[in-house]
């Protein structure tokens, strides 16, 4: 089992920046793909970015790109997201999430594929 608590959630003006963490424990956090998903309201849940175990390679969808940065300290157990130009539709709760993989370089970009997930942090961004 896999613990995950998502924390630095807000309120933020159109423009700001927050940094979103998740904090794992339970297992070895390095064995572990780790994505971020968001869902706002009246819509589904949908992928923003991943990052392999190792913290080698990442994706991220194409509305967040050049803007958001998703980061790993494994010695921490700990997974980041910087939210930089933050815009009005990036409103939404967002779900750290966690795969276990034997493959260190692969990432997951499917809510489908991971196992794990955390309850979640309101994120609004005001115009």
């Known amino acids: 089992q896999v613990q995950l608590v998502e924390s630095g959630g807000g309120l933020v003006q159109a423009g700001g920046s927050l940094r979103l963490s998740c904090a794992a424990s339970?297992?070895?956090?390095?064995?572990?793909?780790m994505g971020w998903f968001r869902q706002a309201p009246g819509k589904e849940r949908e992928f923003v970015a991943a990052i392999s175990w190792s913290g080698g390679n990442t994706g991220c969808a194409d509305s967040v790109q050049d803007r958001f940065t998703i980061s790993r300290d494994n010695a921490k157990n700990t997974l980041y997201l910087q939210m930089n130009n933050q815009k009005p539709e990036d409103t939404a709760v967002y779900y750290c999430?966690?795969?276990?993989?034997?493959?260190?370089?692969?990432?997951?970009?499917?809510?489908?594929?991971?196992?794990?997930w955390g309850q979640g942090t309101q994120v609004t961004v005001s115009s």
């Open positions: 339970g297992r070895a956090f390095s064995g572990y793909a």
């Open positions: 999430a966690a795969v276990y993989t034997s493959n260190s370089g692969r990432y997951y970009y499917r809510e489908s594929e991971y196992t794990y």
